[in-house]
């Protein structure tokens, strides 16, 4: 079955550097646009980047410039490198299609996420 696996979440410093892996498993990832999200304490899930099949990269307005999207079709993963980092970019971190989440048992399905602090 499908399965989402985030991690590379860590504590780090303003200014300071991190890099997020995402893992899918269970259905072809190579023919998914895919994208990260993110969920800060108290506020709704937001689209940060995507990337489609071929590589085309998007960002939202407030981590352009900071952060890069890449994909690695043979290993069925997406990894996005964060720097630069901000308080404001404190939150759990997650990846699934672009669009639409993928769907498991009739449902949309999403990983557990990676948590992403960035504090002095």
């Known amino acids: 079955q499908v399965q989402l696996v985030e991690s590379g979440g860590g504590l780090v410093q303003p200014g300071g550097s991190l890099r997020l892996s995402c893992t899918l498993s269970?259905?072809?990832?190579?023919?998914?646009?895919m994208a990260w999200y993110r969920q800060a304490p108290g506020k709704q899930r937001e689209l940060v980047a995507t990337i489609t099949t071929g590589g085309n990269t998007n960002y939202a307005d407030s981590v352009k410039g900071r952060f890069t999207v890449s994909r690695d079709n043979a290993k069925n993963t997406m990894h996005l490198q964060m720097n630069s980092l901000k308080p404001e970019d404190t939150a759990v971190y997650y990846c699934?299609?672009?669009?639409?989440?993928?769907?498991?048992?009739?449902?949309?399905?999403w990983g557990q996420g990676t948590q992403v602090t960035v504090s002095s």
């Open positions: 699934n299609r672009d669009l639409t989440p993928l769907q498991r048992d009739g449902y949309s399905y």
């Open positions: 269970g259905t072809i990832f190579s023919i998914l646009p």
